[in-house]
């Protein structure tokens, strides 16, 4: 579905992605994981065709794509929008379809910014499942939500994939990600690791850089083993 060759970017006389090549096929589920400045959203904006490298290829297979932002922050808070106005820009045929599939169709005539930041985000999933795209980008997705908003989301996550959908999703939320994910790329300007969750060892590529997190992962891993 995506072919990237060696891509690098630069972006204020500043290398940020160095010859990074990776594919992402249908159905996949990718967690792209790394510190800040690793360069992941600028992976995200090469996908979405808003970033072109300075050398390398890119190739998307399909022009039908959905993308997550970080936060919910799309209308101005002046402009009462309503949730179903939100979610028919991104199709006004599938809109009441859309917030249906994320659990949202009671709350069509709401105006968007008295929703709470998890029930944004959700609607905001709407809004790109009403394009019926076949690959779906998130970044930082629930950032700012609270843990039972986040459980939700990820369980609409889980659901898309199940039904087929491929999701590319950037997230700080490591132990979550190895639970969610069917792949995971670690980046540092370049790729440190592609591969499966089962093959990923957090001990090699996390302390540097997710000191807190390893602490967890190497709790748990023990425990399993005590």
């Known amino acids: 579905m995506v072919d990237v060759d ?37 992976l995200l904006r090469v996908l979405l065709g808003l970033q072109q490298p300075a050398s390398g290829d890119v190739r998307v297979a399909t022009k039908k794509i959905g993308y997550i932002p970080q936060r919910a922050a799309v209308h101005n808070s002046q402009v009462p929008v309503s949730v179903l106005e939100v979610v028919s820009l991104g199709s006004a ?27 944004q985000q959700r609607v905001l999933i709407a809004k790109a499942l009403a394009g019926e795209p076949d690959l779906l980008i998130l970044d930082e997705p629930t950032t700012g939500i609270d ?68 602490r967890i992962l190497h709790h748990k891993h023990g425990a399993a083993h005590a």
């Open 93 to 119: 045929t599938n809109a009441h379809q859309a917030l249906a599939e994320v659990g949202m169709a009671d709350m069509a005539a709401k105006p968007f910014t008295h929703l709470s930041g998890g029930q």
């Open 6 to 42: 060696g891509a690098t970017v630069i972006l204020g006389g500043q290398t940020v992605v160095k010859g990074v090549s990776f594919c992402v096929h249908a159905g996949e589920f990718i967690g792209l994981i790394g510190p800040n400045g690793a360069g992941k959203t600028t």
């Open 147 to 214: 843990e039972r908003s986040q459980k939700e989301f990820y369980d609409i996550l889980r659901r898309l994939q199940s039904k087929g959908m491929t999701l590319v999703m950037v997230s700080h939320d490591i132990e979550v990600v190895l639970q969610l994910v069917t792949r995971v790329i670690c980046v540092n300007g370049g790729i440190l690791y592609d591969g499966s969750v089962e093959h990923f060892e957090a001990d090699e590529y996390l302390p540097k850089f997710y000191a807190a997190q390893h």
